[in-house]
């Protein structure tokens, strides 16, 4: 079992940036696929990136490539995602999940374990 905290969020003008970190506990966090999902008031969670557990390989959402990116630490078993240029489109609540599941999945539902969220504000 893993459990996740997330924590960074806030608000930040269009132009900016943000790191989020996720603190898992758990003995066999180095054996998940970690990822980042976001959701938006009256919209569906989508994926946001993705790292693998040797962290050799990571995957990101096209609305994010080249803007954000996904790091991990099985030493301190921590997940960062690392926000530049952030745009009022980015603003959402933000999940780590911890799956069992390829570095491209992009469903949430291959991911078993979720914290409980960060809020990311850009206002427009």
């Known amino acids: 079992q893993v459990q996740l905290v997330e924590s960074g969020g806030g608000l930040v003008q269009a132009g900016g940036s943000l790191r989020l970190s996720c603190a898992a506990s758990?003995?066999?966090?180095?054996?998940?696929?970690m990822g980042w999902f976001r959701q938006a008031p009256g919209k569906e969670r989508e994926f946001v990136a993705a790292?693998?557990?040797?962290?050799?390989?990571?995957y990101y959402a096209d609305s994010v490539k080249g803007r954000f990116t996904i790091s991990r630490d099985n030493v301190k078993n921590t997940v960062t995602l690392q926000m530049n240029s952030l745009n009022p489109e980015d603003t959402a609540v933000y999940s780590c999940?911890?799956?069992?599941?390829?570095?491209?999945?992009?469903?949430?539902?291959?991911?078993?374990?979720w914290g409980q969220g960060t809020q990311v504000t850009v206002p427009s």
């Open positions: 999940a911890a799956g069992l599941t390829s570095v491209w999945s992009t469903s949430p539902h291959e991911y078993a374990y």
């Open positions: 758990g003995r066999t966090f180095s054996s998940y696929t």
């Open positions: 790292i693998n557990w040797r962290a050799t390989n990571t």
